[in-house]
C-alpha cells in the first residue's frame, strides 16, 4: 500500500476524483521465463509480452475487489496497469523496491522481471494492515554496477538517467523514421528489449513463477508471415494478446521484421522486402525496406 501520507498518492487520488481518505495499493506480478531457442528468420518477442500480463493482473485484481468489497460498483474504484499514471514512483513508495540505473523498479526477489499494477479504492474499504517494507532506499542506483549501461545497444542508460529516444523499445512502438544508429543495433528483435534486464545481477536468482495462459504468443514469429501477410491477418494473429494494442500497428510489426532480415542477413528475403516497399504507404516501413535492401545488396557483393 503507497502510504497515505504520501504527497504522491494524495495528488493522484484527488486528481482520479477520489475523496481524500483513499488509497493506492500496488503490486508487482512475477513474469515467466521462456526458453524457447532462438532461431534463424524469426522476429523475437520479449517474455513480458508473450502473455498478456497487463490483463492478467487486471483480472485478479477485479476479483481481489469482489471479495474484499462486493458491495463496490465499476466506478466506485480504479484498477490500472502500465497506464500513464507514475507506476514505479509509486511501486517505490510503497516499499515495493529500489530505483535501477535502467530506469526500472527492482525488486529484492523478483528483480525487474514483474509487471506493475494498482488499484485506487475509495477510503471506507480496509484492504490491509500496513506495515511498510523494509526500507532500500540504500540501494538505489545501483553502486557501481554498470552493467545495464554497458550492454544496452542504443546507449539509453548513463549518468544523466534514461533517454528513451535511444531505447530500442521505444522504437518498436514508434511511428517515425528509425535513426540509423538504432537501425544498426536492431538484432532481431520485433517487440521488447530485455538486454538492461538480461544483464543484471538482481534477475539472476530470481525463483520460478507459473506461466499464465492469457493471451500467449510464441517468442519468434517467422519473418516470412509478417512481411507477406495482410493487415487484417497480422492484427487477428496478436488479438488479445500483449501486442494486440491499438498502438501497436501491423505496419510498425513489418518494420520491425525489416530491421530484423536486415540485422540478420537474410538476403533470400530481398524480394519479400522489395515487394513490401512498393506497398509500403507508411514512411517509417519505406525507410526501413530501403535501409534493409541497401544493407543486404551491400552484403551480398
Ligand atoms: C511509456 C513507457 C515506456 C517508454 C518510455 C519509458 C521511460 N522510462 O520513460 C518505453 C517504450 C521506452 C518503455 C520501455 C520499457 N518499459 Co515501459 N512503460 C511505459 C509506461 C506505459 C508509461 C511510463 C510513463 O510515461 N509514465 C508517466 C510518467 C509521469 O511516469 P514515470 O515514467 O513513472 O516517471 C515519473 C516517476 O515515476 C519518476 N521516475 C522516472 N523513472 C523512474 C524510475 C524509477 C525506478 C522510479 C522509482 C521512478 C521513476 O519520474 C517521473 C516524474 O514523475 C509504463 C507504465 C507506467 N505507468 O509506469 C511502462 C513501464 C515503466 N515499463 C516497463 C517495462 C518493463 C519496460 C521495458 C523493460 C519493456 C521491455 N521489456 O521491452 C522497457 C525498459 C526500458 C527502460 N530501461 O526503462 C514496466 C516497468 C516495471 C519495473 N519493474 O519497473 C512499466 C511500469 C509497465 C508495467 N506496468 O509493468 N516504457
Ligand atoms: S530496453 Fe533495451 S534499448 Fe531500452 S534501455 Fe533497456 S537495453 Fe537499452
Ligand atoms: S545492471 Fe547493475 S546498474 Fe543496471 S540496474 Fe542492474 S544492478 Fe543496477
Known amino acids: 500500500m503507497v502510504p497515505k501520507e504520501s504527497p504522491l498518492a494524495k495528488e493522484i487520488i484527488e486528481d482520479q476524483g477520489f475523496s481524500s481518505d483513499g488509497q493506492i495499493i500496488i503490486a508487482m506480478f512475477p513474469i515467466h521465463r521462456e526458453n ?4 534463424k528468420g524469426m522476429g523475437q518477442i520479449a517474455p513480458f509480452s508473450c502473455r498478456n500480463y497487463y490483463k492478467e493482473t487486471i483480472n485478479r485484481m477485479k476479483l481481489i475487489v469482489k471479495q474484499v468489497a462486493p458491495q ?5 474504484y480504479r484498477l490500472f496497469s502500465n497506464s500513464r499514471l507514475p507506476e514505479k514512483s509509486l511501486a517505490l513508495e ?3 523496491g529500489f530505483r535501477g540505473k535502467n530506469s ?4 529484492r526477489s523478483i528483480g525487474s522481471r514483474g509487471v506493475l499494477a494498482g488499484m485506487i479504492l475509495p477510503g471506507e474499504i480496509k484492504v490491509l494492515e500496513y506495515s511498510p517494507e523494509e526500507n532500500d532506499e540504500a540501494l538505489s542506483n545501483c553502486g557501481n ?10 546507449g539509453a542508460i548513463s549518468d544523466e538517467g534514461f533517454c528513451k529516444e535511444k531505447c530500442l523499445q521505444f522504437w518498436t512502438t514508434e511511428s517515425g523514421i528509425v535513426p540509423d544508429d ?8 520485433l517487440y521488447g528489449c530485455t538486454i538492461c534486464q538480461d544483464i543484471c545481477p538482481w534477475n ?3 525463483p520460478e513463477s507459473r506461466a499464465i495462459d492469457l493471451g500467449a504468443l510464441p517468442q519468434g514469429i517467422p519473418l516470412t508471415f509478417l512481411l507477406t501477410a495482410a493487415q487484417e491477418e497480422i492484427k487477428s494473429y496478436f488479438r488479445n494478446s500483449n501486442m494486440g494494442m491499438s498502438w501497436i500497428t501491423p505496419r510498425m510489426l513489418q518494420r520491425n521484421a525489416v530491421l530484423c532480415a536486415a540485422n540478420e542477413g537474410l538476403s533470400e ?5 522489395e515487394k513490401r516497399l512498393s506497398e509500403a504507404k507508411d514512411p517509417s516501413l519505406e525507410d526501413a525496406c530501403r535501409w534493409a535492401l541497401k544493407v543486404l545488396k551491400r552484403d551480398q557483393d
Not at 182 to 188: D, T
Open 104 to 107: 526500472l523498479l527492482i525488486n
Open 145 to 154: 554496477c554498470r552493467l545495464c549501461e554497458k550492454a544496452c545497444p542504443g
Open 36 to 39: 524457447e531457442a532462438k532461431e
Open 72 to 76: 463496490l460498483t465499476k466506478k466506485q
Open 94 to 96: 510503497a516499499g515495493l
Open 182 to 189: 538504432i537501425k544498426r543495433n536492431w538484432g532481431s528483435i
Open 204 to 206: 539472476r536468482k530470481i
Open 269 to 273: 528475403l530481398i524480394p519479400l522486402i
